[in-house]
């Protein structure tokens, strides 16, 4: 059974930092794909980077400069920085087996989930 864990979310006022982390565990093919999603309370849940078993990443266009991911064998990572108020949401990370070019951002591309990390930014 494929597991998806993340640990890493809470609250920081804007400006702040976090780091994200989530651990995967039953994936025996090592050639996968993960990511980092988040969803806002009324909106559809949106990707927010990924990266591929050989380090290539994509970023979605209002976290580039500021989210940096990385990955350590089974562990993925997500570096936020300069964290503003719409950045609040539920994070997830997600991860899926295949090759990229660039690792996808849409959720329809991964069918193995985490539960979840909250963010929230507030002052």
């Known amino acids: 059974e494929v597991q998806l864990m993340e640990s890493g979310g809470g609250s920081v006022q804007p400006g702040g930092s976090l780091r994200l982390s989530c651990v995967v565990s039953?994936?025996?093919?090592?050639?996968?794909?993960m990511g980092w999603f988040r969803q806002a309370p009324g909106k559809e849940r949106e990707g927010v980077a990924s990266?591929?078993?050989?380090?290539k990443t994509s970023y979605a266009d209002p976290v580039k400069e500021r989210f940096t991911v990385s990955r350590n064998n089974a562990q993925i990572y997500l570096e936020m920085r300069n964290l503003k108020p719409e950045d609040t949401a539920m994070y997830y990370c997600?991860?899926?087996?295949?090759?990229?070019?660039?690792?996808?951002?849409?959720?329809?591309?991964?069918?193995?989930w985490g539960q979840g990390t909250q963010v929230t930014v507030s002052s």
């Open positions: 997600a991860a899926d087996v295949g090759y990229w070019r660039a690792p996808p951002l849409s959720p329809s591309d991964y069918i193995y």
């Open positions: 039953g994936l025996t093919n090592g050639n996968y794909y």
């Open positions: 990266i591929t078993n050989y380090d």
